[in-house]
């Protein structure tokens, strides 16, 4: 199979979208168990999304996204012991246990949540972007948001100041096609969602997200617009979640036909398929990568069993930011 993509990247993306994966069928199982408390949106089917930013983007980019958070936090390079730990509600989770599932968040991997308002992200991402034009920089924002929150007031406003002033983001709706259990096309007659872009004169497209390969290609080509001046670009990854929107969701609202449809396109097989046809990885070695992926997720319940719940004593840190804090820095 003739692929622009060499194998490094193919193990890449089989690897990061297993984890992915695994993490989360984990994290459900642990829901059912209740060792995990709360609210709890898995990321099962979208996984190609993030493994696609992730090849196209540098580590010093900064990401943010909505309250279906896991797996994308794991792919910008929070440990799967600290996500884990975060969903415990321990102390040493990525959030000190204090944001749970919808809130995770990194600073030194410039991860900025994890929102659970929906939309409300979509104005920080903008906000993030003006900082990094403003202190000279030439890194990209990347902020997603759901096919729901693309209804909400506040991206007009963001889009259209970003427009004007020309920031560096890549704004990202990851259109699973169901804002919890509202269809699309219950929502709006312009079901092609990326056409927003259009009152703004900002460029978008629509991007299978369901496929590594086509995910890298549209935010490589949006990335590189921001870093050259170019100001924002809006893409609309249509993929779909196998689950329901969160783990109270029986998701009856879809016919067992339609998840299939999407099963039939499942990002990891479609990796794995490519992996094997063009010999990049033999049948052991793809054992391995199984055998180290659950290791990790097993070493990250492990981890989280053990760590200690937050002290009392943090209950009202972390509440109001230091006035000599700069929010972005080097």
């Keep these: 199979m003739q692929t622009p993509f060499g ?3 193919y193990l890449y993306w089989y690897e990061i979208m297993l984890l992915l994966r695994r993490f989360e069928e984990k994290a459900g199982q642990l829901y059912g168990m209740q060792k995990i408390r709360g609210f709890c949106h898995l990321y099962i ?43 415990y509600g321990k102390a040493t989770g990525c959030t000190k246990g204090k944001g749970g599932s919808m809130h995770f ?50 991206l007009h406003e963001a889009f259209n100041m970003a427009v004007l002033w020309k ?10 096609f169901y804002a919890m259990g509202t269809s699309v096309e219950r929502t709006s007659k312009v079901l092609d ?24 290609k549209g935010i490589e080509r949006a990335v590189r617009r ?32 339609e998840v299939e449809e999407f ?24 054992v391995a990568i199984n055998n180290k992926v659950k290791q990790e997720v097993d070493e990250s319940v492990q981890f989280a069993e053990e760590s200690p719940w937050p002290d009392d004593s943090e209950l009202y840190g972390d509440i109001y930011a230091d006035k000599n804090y700069p929010f972005i820095t080097d």
């Design 7 to 9: 194998k490094e990247t």
């Design 263 to 286: 099963k039939e396109k499942d990002p990891i097989d479609q990796v794995l398929r490519v992996l094997k046809e063009n010999k990049w990885a033999t049948d052991e070695e793809i």
């Design 45 to 87: 089917g979208q996984e190609a999304v993030a493994a696609g930013i992730m090849t196209a983007t540098r580590e010093d980019d900064n990401m943010i996204t909505a309250y279906r958070d896991h797996g994308l936090a794991i792919a910008k390079g929070i440990s799967a012991k600290e996500c884990m730990a975060e969903l």
């Design 193 to 216: 969602i990326y056409r927003i872009a259009d009152a703004f004169d900002m460029p978008g497209d629509s991007v299978d997200g369901m496929s590594c390969e086509e995910v890298h």
């Design 167 to 176: 920031l560096p983001v890549v704004f990202i709706c990851e259109n699973n």
């Design 226 to 257: 921001a870093r050259e001046g170019g100001g924002p670009t809006f893409l609309e990854i249509r993929t779909y979640r196998y689950k329901g929107h969160s783990m109270s969701d029986p998701a009856k609202y879809r016919t067992k036909e």
């Design 105 to 154: 968040f990194s600073k030194e991997k410039r991860f900025f949540g994890g929102h659970g308002i929906v939309g409300g992200q979509i104005g920080l991402g903008a906000g993030i972007a003006f900082a990094e034009q403003y202190n000279g920089t030439d890194r990209a924002t990347i902020c997603l948001f759901g096919d729901g929150a693309a209804r909400q007031g506040l």
